[in-house]
T-cell receptor, first 107, second 120 residues
Framework: DIQLAQSPSFLSASVGDRVTITCRASQDISNYLAWYQQKPGEAPKLLIYDVFTLQRGVPSRFSGGGSGTEFTLTISGLQAEDFATYFC?????????FGGGTKVEIK | QVQMVQSGAEVKKPGSSVKVSCKGSGHTFSSYAINWVRQAPGQGPEWMGRIIPISGTSDHAQNFKGRVSFTADKSTNTAYMELRSLRSEDTAVYYCTRLPNWGSGAFDVWGQGTMLTVSS
C-alpha cells in the first residue's frame, strides 16, 4: 500500500496569509494526487485533482503542485472560510489512501 | 442537481451487520465507480472499497478481510454497503462517493454521510 505523510499536521495562520501544506508519498504516484477540504460535520470537498487541476467552482487562491512523491497545496491569501482540515489522497493504485490531514486554524 | 443521498444513522450491537444505501441522482450512475469511505471520530478518511455498477465488479481494502460487501441496483441508481461482524472500532461516519470510470478525476460528489454507532 502507498502511504501519504502530510505536514504540518496543524497550522495556525491569519486571514491574508499564504500557507503551504506538503504531502509525501511512500512511492511514485505519477500525477494522481487530489486535495480535499473538510469542515466539521461535513463531507470532504474536492479542491484539486491530478496534482494541479482546480475542481469547478473552487477559488483560484487554491493551487497544487509537485510530482512523483512530493506534492503541495498552497492557499494564497487565506480567507475566513478556509479554516478547515485538508487531506491529500493518491489515486494511482488501490487502496486509494488518504493522508493524515492538516488542520488550519485561526491565529 | 448531482447528488448522492445516503440512508440514516444506525445504532448496532457488536457482532451484528449494517447495510447502508446511497442513491445517486442527476448524473449517469453507470459512468462512475461508487466508492465507500469511512471516518472514525477525530480521524482521517479511510477508503473501504468500491463497486463499478455497470459491471458489478467490486473490491475492498484488506483491512476489512471479507467483512464488507458492495452491491448496486442500476435500475434505481442505488449502491449498498454491508458491513458484518461489527465491532466498536467500526463506529464512524460512512460516506459514499463517486469516481469516473474513465479519464482523470477524484471523489467529486459525496453523500451526506451515515453515522454508525456500534455499542452494546
Amino acid at each position: 500500500d502507498i502511504q501519504l505523510a502530510q505536514s504540518p499536521s496543524f497550522l495556525s495562520a491569519s486571514v491574508g496569509d499564504r500557507v503551504t501544506i506538503t504531502c509525501r508519498a511512500s512511492q511514485d504516484i505519477s500525477n494522481y494526487l487530489a486535495w480535499y477540504q473538510q469542515k466539521p460535520g461535513e463531507a470532504p470537498k474536492l479542491l484539486i485533482y491530478d496534482v494541479f487541476t482546480l475542481q469547478r467552482g473552487v477559488p483560484s487562491r487554491f493551487s497544487g503542485g509537485g510530482s512523483g512523491t512530493e506534492f503541495t497545496l498552497t492557499i494564497s491569501g487565506l480567507q475566513a472560510e478556509d479554516f478547515a482540515t485538508y487531506f491529500c489522497q493518491q489515486l494511482n493504485v488501490y487502496p486509494l489512501n488518504f493522508g493524515g490531514g492538516t488542520k488550519v486554524e485561526i491565529k | 442537481q448531482v447528488q448522492m443521498v445516503q440512508s440514516g444513522a444506525e445504532v448496532k450491537k457488536p457482532g451484528s451487520s449494517v447495510k447502508v444505501s446511497c442513491k445517486g441522482s442527476g448524473h449517469t450512475f453507470s459512468s462512475y465507480a461508487i466508492n465507500w469511505v469511512r471516518q472514525a471520530p477525530g480521524q482521517g478518511p479511510e477508503w473501504m472499497g468500491r463497486i463499478i455498477p455497470i459491471s458489478g465488479t467490486s473490491d475492498h481494502a484488506q483491512n476489512f478481510k471479507g467483512r464488507v460487501s458492495f452491491t448496486a441496483d442500476k435500475s434505481t441508481n442505488t449502491a449498498y454497503m454491508e458491513l458484518r461482524s461489527l465491532r466498536s472500532e467500526d463506529t464512524a461516519v460512512y460516506y459514499c462517493t463517486r469516481l469516473p470510470n474513465w479519464g482523470s478525476g477524484a471523489f467529486d460528489v459525496w453523500g451526506q454521510g451515515t453515522m454508525l454507532t456500534v455499542s452494546s
